[in-house]
Each structure stands twice: as C-alpha cells, then as structure tokens.
C-alpha cells in the first residue's frame, strides 16, 4: 500500500505531466525536504527547474527578494512573506508554479510565533494562494506533513 507521500508523489507528477508545467520552490523550515521529496520521483527533471533553500530572513531578502519592509513588519513567519517567497520564486527560477515554505517547526518559538505555524503559499501562472496550517508533532513531522499538504495544494489547484 502506498503512503501519503508517495500517493501525492505520483499524483503530483501525473498533473504536472498532464498540464506540461514546471515547477520551483522555495523553502524555509522544510529545509529542501520538498525539492528532495521531488527529485526521488522518476521522470521529474522534465518539470522540476529548482528550489532555494532560504532558511534565514536575510537570504530570503538576498536571493528571492522578499523585502525588507516586509521581514519587519510581518516577520519570516507570515502570509505576507510566503507570498513575496512564491514572486520571487517563480522569477529566480521562471516556472509555471512556484511553490513557499515558511513556519516554525520547533522545537522552540521562531518570532514569538507558536510551533507547528506555517504559511504554503502556491503560485499558479499569476495566481498566488497562501495558507496557514498549525501541524502537530514533532520538528520531521511538522516538516513532511508541511511538504504533503503543499502537494495536494498544487494538485487541487489543477485539478
């Protein structure tokens, strides 16, 4: 029997290969787990272009150009940022979908902001969709239910 992730694994690889779209990703607390998580699919290289892992507020300012003002006002850890993650994604790498990272995954409180909080956002051609999730668990649960729900996201959205 198959798991949750590799059920949306082959689920996410049949919509990208049905649709002929490309992908990227920026991550933060997956750390590269969602890249990772793609490259272990056979066939992928045909959509998958590349992913920043953008763990600091700094290299998400530096290399996907998250803005300063943003990071201040809002914090890594917000709607706002997961959104500016997915822009600046999808212009780095050029891809039909960009996908964004950003949360806290333990085991202590990044920004005062609560373990299990993370912001997915899912970029679409021109539109963007972020949403807030509180995952439960530990730091490797947080993370892979995080990169799970980033997939069915992107399935939902094409489908």
Do not use: W
């Amino acid at each position: 029997m198959l798991s949750d992730l590799e059920k949306y694994q082959d689920l996410l690889y049949e919509c990208l290969k049905k649709h002929h779209l490309t992908i990227s990703s920026s991550e933060s607390f997956t750390g590269g787990l969602f890249a990772s998580t793609l490259v272990s699919i056979s066939g992928i290289s045909e959509f998958f272009v590349g992913s920043a892992v953008t763990y600091s507020a700094q290299a998400k300012h530096d290399v996907i150009n998250v803005s300063q003002e943003t990071l201040k006002t809002y914090g890594a850890i917000s709607k706002e940022c997961a959104q500016e993650m997915c822009l600046g994604t999808k212009k780095l790498f050029k891809t039909d979908i960009a996908i964004s990272f950003t949360g806290n995954a333990g085991p202590t409180g990044d920004e005062n902001k609560k373990i299990g909080l993370a912001y997915i956002g899912t970029m679409i051609k021109d539109e963007i969709v972020v949403k807030e999730y509180n995952f439960k668990g530990d730091r490797n649960q947080i993370r892979l239910d995080a990169v799970i729900e980033a997939m069915k996201a992107i399935i939902d959205m094409l489908n």
